[in-house]
């Protein structure tokens, strides 16, 4: 089955590095554009050499592989007036251009929206910042996990007595790269429309507030009172008892919002805790729920859960996940080669026409498109 690559024939131009930017330029690389890396002469991304693992592919670092699979690269020293010149007459091409540099850097380069549009009116421009500008943060290092420490987010995790805890994974740089792209095709669909590009900016800090925006509508309209974190079983600072995840003789399962009459009878469980009010007794409530889960294993809850139609699902671990083979049956996972090696990544998390859009090929060697450098 085959569809039409909604964004063929579109140009990028991708001065961003790591993360952030290169999430956004990914999905619109999945969705049929061309993307072309600019990569300090050299050197390149940060992502090629800064390792999560000691795992490599073709000698790059496994990030570098799963965010730029598909895309071209250049390199060439921005500070050298020739190479700004030879961009610049890439920037002749380009429908998009996508940069995360500190606030301000982008500018003295001479490449910032202002100098772009000057030569290119209707071009659609894309920045990344750590926390946006014009107050007392915005020359602060923008890293995630920095962003997470300031948004507040690390107060929701965990249970009432624990420290904060970090979310396991780059969530502000996912969120503001997804949030990037959006308004880039937003505003590449007004251009379509009117022949009128524009500026789009997010920030780390922006995004992973984006991401709290229903609890944080609660706290705004709650006199300013902080949610208090479950003491045990924790899930949600704001969800009452039995939402959690508890363990079991031989794993853990996790139980969200459900009648708790009901989860008793399921159960097997002689409790009067479903005449008590389940956010003022959650404790004490999530405490005798979770000595009777530790009786048996999370196979015989799940069975009886299932088919009480109980909301609960098993606590799997990737191993768990992809056994499943549920990954495989949507065609997520995708089998790319580089230099000989050949390795697993995922594809983009939507369908269109009822297939799964993806950039082709692995991510580029270091200048292997310096060709496209050469006036068109």
Not at 122 to 135: A, F, N, P, Q, R
Not at 314 to 337: F, H, K, R, T
């Amino acid at each position: 089955m085959t569809y039409d690559a909604p964004l063929k024939g579109i140009r990028i131009l991708d001065f961003s590095q790591f993360l952030a930017g290169p999430y956004a330029s990914l999905r619109l690389a999945d969705m049929g554009a061309e993307v072309i890396k600019v990569e300090r002469k050299g050197k390149g991304d940060l992502s090629r050499y800064l390792y999560v693992s000691n795992v490599m592919i073709d000698g790059e670092s496994t990030i570098f592989h799963a965010i730029n699979r598909g895309k071209s690269s250049v390199e060439l020293d921005l500070k050298q007036d020739a190479d700004r010149e030879k961009i610049m007459a890439l920037v002749d091409s380009a429908d998009v251009v996508i940069q995360n540099f500190r606030p301000g850097v982008i500018e003295r380069l001479g490449l910032g929206y202002e100098d772009v549009k000057a030569r290119k009116p209707d071009i659609v421009y894309g920045s990344i910042s750590g926390y946006g500008t014009g107050h007392d943060w915005q020359k602060l290092p923008g890293q995630d996990l920095l962003a997470q420490a300031r948004s507040g987010i690390m107060w929701l995790s965990g249970g009432g007595t624990d420290g904060p805890v970090a979310m396991g994974l780059p969530i502000a740089d996912i969120l503001a790269g997804a949030a990037l792209a959006q308004g880039l095709l937003a505003l590449l669909f007004r251009r379509e429309r009117t022949g009128k590009g524009g500026l789009v900016e997010t920030s780390l800090i922006e995004a992973i507030t984006d991401l709290q925006f229903e609890l944080l509508t609660t706290f705004l309209n709650d006199g300013g009172i902080l949610p208090q974190r479950p003491n045990n079983n924790p899930a949600h600072a704001y969800l009452s008892a039995p939402y959690g995840v508890y363990r079991t003789e031989d794993g853990h399962i996790a139980v969200a919002m459900n009648d708790l009459k009901h989860l008793c009878d399921c159960l097997d469980l002689d409790a009067a805790f479903h005449d008590l009010d389940p956010f003022k007794h959650r404790d004490s409530i999530k405490a005798e729920l979770a000595n009777h889960l530790l009786l048996n294993t999370t196979d015989h809850w799940m069975t009886a859960m299932i088919a009480a139609d109980i909301w609960a699902a098993p606590v799997m671990d990737w191993n768990g996940l992809m056994g499943s083979g549920v990954l495989q049956e949507l065609d997520m996972i995708a089998d790319l080669e580089r230099g000989g090696e050949h390795f697993k990544t995922l594809s983009a998390p939507l369908r269109i026409d009822g297939v799964r859009p993806k950039a082709l090929g692995a991510a580029p060697l270091l200048g292997a498109n310096n060709k496209l450098l050469e006036r068109e």
